[in-house]
């Protein structure tokens, strides 16, 4: 059932058995599955359906630097849906080694390892549709017919990680109609979960208090509260939520909202291939069932051990966008539609320096040139991506000279002083905003110029081409744009030492009785994979987990 927080009486107590704080992929995933398992839940959601600019601007907060990463109420959505109303929706799973303990990655080490998540993702697979849960590429697609680069093997550098892509869908959308008619669900929309009051002796969750804007207040009681909120907002909940814990519920050892990553990514170098073009399949693979696919370059586990470096994947990519002397009038075009693209997708277009007039009349000059491919671009996009239920991911483009840069996406080593905490600013209830701190180590840059380097020297020795990078931009190639917008991960990582940690392996609050996080802020580390399918894995190892409670004599009741 759906429900407006507008219509429930000021100063009644709300009952529940479950009570999920959050309506995107992390609260819907847990909410069906729980019901699933007759269990029934309630679901409280600040947004309504569709953004709007009085919740949105609840996300509202400061940076520390604006440099490094975008205001907080950008790149997530305070709506029924989530940020799965925007998502891009690339999935793959974790690698196994992401679990473990890399003496080299201070603080690596999950409490769980791949096994204990590896059941969930064909689930997790299906409720992000995206396709079989398949993700060697080799298994998934021939590699004679669909090889990365034709002839081009090697023991480090591997092409066989396959990434898949979801619709994307939309879980609000996708799943409204389920959560409405579903009898033991109940979700409650414009319910802004404000407080987690602590029980007197500071054990367990007593009551939620939740906040409409209209004014009203009331409290949420049930036996298990999760959190749902996404990475930044449930450092914040459990921060701001301080009348028994001073510190913020969880944060007795001061590290809530600490480990803060995301990924570093950029487009970096540029491969000339000395192959027929013919020999590089570098866009997208079509599975059976219509889903989009990708190989991607990665090193393999052996490799990163030997070098001690952390995980990363590398697409081939066009060149850089705002440098017209790529000559590809598509891109031109692009480059100055910019402005007209939303905030999360223009941004790595916008970013960097303003291009001088000589740049606008060299990006016109392309469009000149290339109008049959900008027409024909314009209709596959219409065709494929806007008007499509299934939406090609990207653009792509047919390489007209045999130049490629490599586009990265790598894990951000965990780092105590990258962090999510409040600030002096309040939002309309009156709860503190937050501050965002986010930072990269030295490590975090070395570890990607190590990686590179064994793709260039593989690349050499398997006659691919020419891989050059300019080792002194590395870094400032990397951090050009800051963060990588949407993934917020780390804020509450699980751990079996209460001191380095805010979450147990299954996910709960250190010290609550009653307490859970949904969502990446669990994650200890990043892994090169992008967070969505893993941390709807885990929302649903967590129904199971919830579900054996309720089930046990002496759980929580
Ligand atoms: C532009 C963009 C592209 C992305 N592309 C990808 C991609 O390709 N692949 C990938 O894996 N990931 C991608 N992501 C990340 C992905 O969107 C997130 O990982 C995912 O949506 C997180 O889901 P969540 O449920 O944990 O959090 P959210 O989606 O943030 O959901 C949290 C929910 O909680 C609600 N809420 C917040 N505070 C409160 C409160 N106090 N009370 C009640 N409700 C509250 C919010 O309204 C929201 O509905 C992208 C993100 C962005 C922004």
Redesign the pocket.
């Known amino acids: 059932m759906l429900i407006d927080a507008e219509q429930w009486p000021a100063g009644l107590v709300k009952q529940a058995e479950v009570c999920v ?9 847990l909410a069906l599955s729980l019901a699933t398992a007759g269990i029934s839940v309630l679901v ?4 309504g359906f569709g953004g709007d600019r009085r ?1 949105q601007a ?2 509202r907060g400061q940076v520390a630097d604006e440099r490094l990463h975008s205001p907080p109420d ?19 799973p974790f690698d196994p080694w992401d679990f473990e303990t890399r003496d080299w990655a201070p603080d690596s080490g999950w409490p769980i390892g791949y096994a204990d998540v590896a059941s969930y993702y064909p689930a997790a697979n299906a409720m ?1 549709e995206a396709g079989a849960c398949v993700y060697d590429a080799d298994a998934a697609f021939d590699p004679s017919e669909e090889a990365l680069i034709r002839g081009f093997a090697s023991d480090s550098v591997l092409t066989s990680s396959l990434e898949r ?2 619709c ?1 869908t939309d ?2 959308k996708r799943y409204r109609r389920r959560l409405a008619s579903e009898a033991n669900i109940e979700v409650m929309l414009n ?4 407080d987690i009051a602590l029980s007197t002796d500071g054990g367990s969750v007593a009551s939620l208090a ?1 906040g409409v804007l209209s004014g009203k207040i009331f409290a949420v009681k049930a036996r298990y509260y999760v959190l ?6 449930t450092a ?2 459990l921060l701001a939520s301080n009348s028994v814990c001073r510190a913020g519920v969880g944060n007795d050892y001061d590290q809530v909202g600490r480990y803060y990553m995301t990924h570093l990514g950029g487009v970096i170098g540029e491969l000339t291939i000395q192959r027929p073009l013919r020999d590089v399949r570098h866009g997208y693979l079509i599975a059976a069932d219509g889903v989009y696919c990708r190989r991607r370059l990665s090193l393999s586990a052996d490799a990163q051990r030997r070098l001690g470096v952390g995980n990363m994947l590398a697409r081939l990519h066009f060149p850089p966008i705002a440098d017209p002397k790529h000559g590809l009038g598509v891109l031109s075009a692009l480059f100055l539609a910019r402005r007209l693209i ?1 905030y ?2 223009a941004y790595r277009l916008r970013g960097g320096a303003e291009p001088g007039w000589r740049d606008y009349a060299a990006h016109a000059r392309n469009v000149a040139v290339d109008a049959l491919d900008i027409t024909q671009f314009g209709w596959h996009w219409l065709t494929r991506r806007t008007l499509a239920e299934r939406k090609y ?1 990207s653009v792509v483009l047919r390489n007209k000279q045999n130049r490629f840069s490599l586009d990265v996406h790598s894990e951000q080593f965990p780092n105590p002083n990258s962090r999510i905490s409040l600030c002096g600013e309040r939002d309309e209830f009156g ?1 503190p905003r937050v501050l965002v701190d986010w930072r990269y180590l030295p490590e975090d840059i070395e570890s990607v110029r190590r990686t590179l380097r064994v793709f260039a020297a593989e690349f050499a020795r398997g006659g691919v081409g020419v891989y050059r990078f300019e080792e002194d931009e590395l870094e400032a190639e990397l951090t050009r744009f800051g963060a990588y ?4 991960i780390g804020t509450a990582r699980m751990g079996d030492n209460v001191k380095k940690s805010v979450t147990d392996k299954n996910c709960r609050v250190h010290g609550q009785s009653n307490l859970y996080v ?4 669990v994650f200890p580390t990043s892994s090169q ?8 894995a885990l ?1 649903l190892r967590l129904a199971a987990h919830l579900a054996e409670l309720l089930k046990t004599p002496g759980g929580l009741r």
Request: aromatic share 10%; hydrophobic share 35%; with cysteine.
């Open positions: 704080v959050g309506a995107g992929a992390a609260g819907i995933s409280l959601e600040s947004g919740r609840l996300y950008k790149y997530r959505q305070r709506c029924f849906g989530g940020s799965t109303t925007i998502w891009g929706g690339r999935c793959m992000v892509f979801s994307p879980f609000g319910a802004n979960c404000l939740v749902g909120v996404g990475g930044i907002e914040r909940l939303s999360e997708y991911p709860m917008g949407g993934h917020h949904a969502g990446s802020a994979a992008n967070p969505t399918l893993t941390l709807v929302s």
